[in-house]
Each structure stands twice: as C-alpha cells, then as structure tokens.
C-alpha cells in the first residue's frame, strides 16, 4: 500500500460577507492556492473534500464545516489538512492546541501555506512543537487564573456553577435564593431520613408518595431533571453543606451569601447516622 494517495483535505475559512467578497481572501482564492500547492507537492495526493466555512469566527471550535473534518479525522479518512494560514483554522492557540493533539492520535500531518508549517518535514515539526509550548503555557496560566477566579467567588461565598442544588435557585452574580417550595422538600427529606435512618427505604418512600428530583430549565429552554430519586442523589443532598448557608471550594468551606434551609443540628444528627451506617456496612 505504499503507493496509495495521502487524502488531503482542504479547509478554507472567512468570517464575514466583506472578507468573503475580497479577492485575496475569499473562498475560491484560498482554495485556489491549495490546490496549487497540493499538485506542487511530491508524491501521489487526493483530495477527499473541500470544506469550506464562510461567515464563520474563528475564535471558537463551533463550526459546521470544521466539526464535519475533524468527524473524518477521528474516522481514519484524512492523512493531511491543508490551510492558507493557521488563522483560518483557528485564532485561538489553545484551540489549535487541541486540534494538532487530535491530528498527531490520527497520524494526521498538518500544512499552513504562509506560516510555511508542514508537519511532514523535521523543521516543520520542530516550529509546530515551538508553538505548542507557547499555547501550553498560556493553558496553564488560564486554569491557574481560572482557580484564583474560582476561590475568589468561594471567599465571597458565591455559588461557582454546577447543577443547582435542591432548594435553591439562581439569584444571578453567583448569588443563591431560597426556592420555598423545594426548601419544604428538602427538610422534608432530612427529617424523614432522621426517622427511617436508610437512604434506601427513603429513596422508596419518596418516589411512593410522587417526590421528585430538582427540576430546571437550561439557558436554550429545555426541562431537565424531576427524575425519581436515586440513593446516590439523595445522599448527595443529605451530605451539602449548602443547606447550612455554606459554600465549599476544593475542601475548604466558606460563609455563603445565601440563606440556610437546615439547622445544624438536624444537619449534623443526619451526619451521624449516615456515617454511623457506614461504618455498619464495611
């Protein structure tokens, strides 16, 4: 098989109308150029598909014509991509970063007409990985600010996303509200663990009686949640410090914003007896 064609494929990008209507950048010229490059090329070549996205950003990986390649690539269908320049496969480093991690799983090679970076040749490789560093650098540095970001919220005791718990609702910024009706569950669900101290037979008792899961509705409209009780969600209830105006972050726990909906006490009375069956079981 060694005479068989590298599969190449094309990926040309502009980002609006205007740019799509100028010669030098648009569509047609960048895909122009690819070709001419491919047939300069040594070796026997094929091109499986020109995937052209026209009107689309780059700061992002949300793209149709993008997502439709790197499909082909996890496929194994695709052996060189091919781009006038790196930013119109991605303006972001961090991004690329990921891309040219999933190209070198696939054995993909990789080619930018201006920045002369061609994976197949040792000097390409060696500016490619130079790059690389760089777009590390900077991930690292996003998650450090990232966890700063996050305990700084903590400190504040602010909610740092997730799924809400049961009882409570988005107030905006960060900030909890009480959500009566869930908060009448909620302690509900703590008093009635008191008296059958098994998060089995209280898992039963609720979804007997109708008693349901937190449910929401997502930033795009969508109902989620308000599914039956499972042991594992409601000792994720019984064991959040939340429900004490608490907030926590990476094992530390801070004063929160919001209101408590459990006393310590009937807090920590379920604590004792759910360790205590812990300890019953092992």
């Known amino acids: 098989m060694d005479d068989a064609p590298v599969r190449v494929a094309i990926y040309t990008r502009v980002s609006t109308d205007i740019q799509a209507n100028r010669e030098e950048g648009s569509l047609d010229t960048q895909e122009a150029r690819l070709r001419a490059s491919i ?19 780059g700061k992002n990986l949300d793209r149709p014509a993008l997502q439709r390649m790197l499909k082909r690539i996890r496929k194994g269908q695709i052996d060189l991509v091919i781009v006038t320049r790196i930013d119109r496969l991605s303006r972001s480093l961090l991004d690329f970063f990921q891309m040219h991690q999933l190209f070198e799983k696939h054995q993909v090679k990789f080619k930018s007409l201006r920045e002369q970076f061609d994976t197949s ?13 760089f777009a ?15 305990r700084a919220r903590a400190e504040r005791g602010l909610w740092n996303g997730g799924p809400l718990m049961l009882g409570y609702d988005s107030a905006g910024a960060g900030k909890l509200e ?9 302690r509900l669900i703590f008093d009635k663990y008191i008296e059958l101290r098994s ?5 039963r008792w609720l979804n007997e009686n109708g008693y349901r899961q ?17 042991t594992q969600n409601l000792r994720s209830v019984l064991r959040h410090k939340v429900y004490l ?30 360790d205590d069956n812990i300890q019953k079981s092992s």
Not at 199 to 203: A, D, G, Q, R, T
């Open 121 to 133: 040749s040792p000097v390409g490789r060696a500016m490619l990985k130079l790059m690389l560093v």
């Open 136 to 150: 590390e650098l900077e991930r690292e540095q996003t998650a450090e600010r990232t966890r700063i970001a996050m």
């Open 39 to 57: 047939t300069a090329r040594e070796g026997n070549h094929e091109i499986v598909e020109v995937f052209r996205e026209e009107g689309a950003s």
């Open 199 to 203: 998060s089995v037979k209280l898992m």
């Open 245 to 274: 105006g608490l907030v926590t972050h990476t094992g530390e726990t801070f004063v929160g914003q919001h209101e408590p909906i459990i006393e310590l006490e009937t807090w920590e009375r379920v604590q004792k007896i759910l």
């Open 178 to 186: 009480v959500n009566e009706e869930e908060a009448k569950l909620v």
């Open 214 to 230: 937190k449910k929401w509705v997502t930033n795009d409209g969508t109902v989620t949640g308000g599914k039956t009780w499972v």
